[in-house]
């Protein structure tokens, strides 16, 4: 079946844009998890989403946000963005849970702000 | 709260020799740990974890992974390397089976396999 699929896979924006990037995952599959991978900081975990709830939130200021539609498919928001922000950013989804459960992960988006 | 540390920021083996990537952990009680790899341009991939039971844990690609709850340790371990191994392996680390937010991946190992 199919893996995880992020789109775009590169993205350059400029501070003080917002992006939008997406995630669909593994048919089936309800958590979607969001990272945030940078050479400085490694990965983070930025929040997973079940059922169309946001269930756990890492340690991220408010211009991270996210979404996750009915088909599971999720959505990633960032606002105001900071040349800090540019990041490899990985989504990963599992049956039920992150934890429990195996984490597929997609190939990321290589967010760049200029 | 968790953390994880792998020591080794790049380790260079040679094809068919065996290789230990080390993990440490600090965590006061059972962690959930887990292991990754990364290829260049890839997302993660789950090697192995450990929630409980035996320590000796049997992953894919031919890796395994040894709990030490005495030394706080999760290395992973493979007895003989093909080129395709060469990637970066992270340790990761959580203390609640029911969310990740609380989980900890260490900043990665990178792996050069010598034809």
């Known amino acids: 079946k199919a893996g995880v699929t992020q789109t775009p896979r590169y993205l350059i924006k400029t501070r003080g844009q917002q992006v939008t990037l997406s995630c669909s995952p593994i048919?089936?599959?309800?958590?979607v998890s969001w990272y945030q991978q940078t050479p400085g900081q490694g990965l983070q975990f930025l929040f997973e989403?079940?059922?169309?709830?946001?269930?756990n939130k890492g340690n991220f200021p408010g211009r991270f946000s996210g979404r996750q539609f009915s088909n599971s498919r999720s959505e990633m928001n960032v606002s105001t963005l900071e040349l800090g922000d540019s990041a490899l950013y990985l989504c990963?989804?599992?049956?039920?849970?992150?934890?429990?459960?195996?984490?597929?992960f997609g190939p990321g988006t290589r967010l760049t702000v200029l | 709260a968790q953390s994880v540390t792998q020591p080794d920021i790049h380790i260079t083996v040679s094809e068919g020799a065996s290789l230990e990537l080390r993990c440490n952990y600090s965590?006061?009680?059972?962690?959930?740990l887990f292991w990754y790899v990364q290829s260049p341009g890839q997302g993660l991939q789950l090697l192995l974890k450990?929630?409980?039971?035996?320590?000796l844990v049997q992953g894919i690609k031919g890796f395994e992974a040894e709990f030490k709850r005495s030394q706080s340790s999760f290395n992973l371990r493979k007895p003989s390397v093909h080129w395709s191994d060469a990637a970066e392996y992270f340790c990761?680390?959580?203390?609640?089976?029911?969310?990740?937010?609380?989980?900890?991946f260490g900043a990665g190992t990178r792996l050069t396999v010598k034809p």
């Open positions: 990963a989804s599992s049956l039920d849970g992150p934890v429990t459960d195996t984490q597929y």
């Open positions: 048919s089936g599959h309800r958590s």
């Open positions: 989403y079940f059922s169309e709830t946001q269930r």
């Open positions: 965590y006061g009680a059972t962690p959930y």
């Open positions: 450990y929630f409980s039971g035996d320590t």
């Open positions: 990761a680390v959580g203390a609640n089976p029911y969310n990740n937010n609380d989980m900890r």
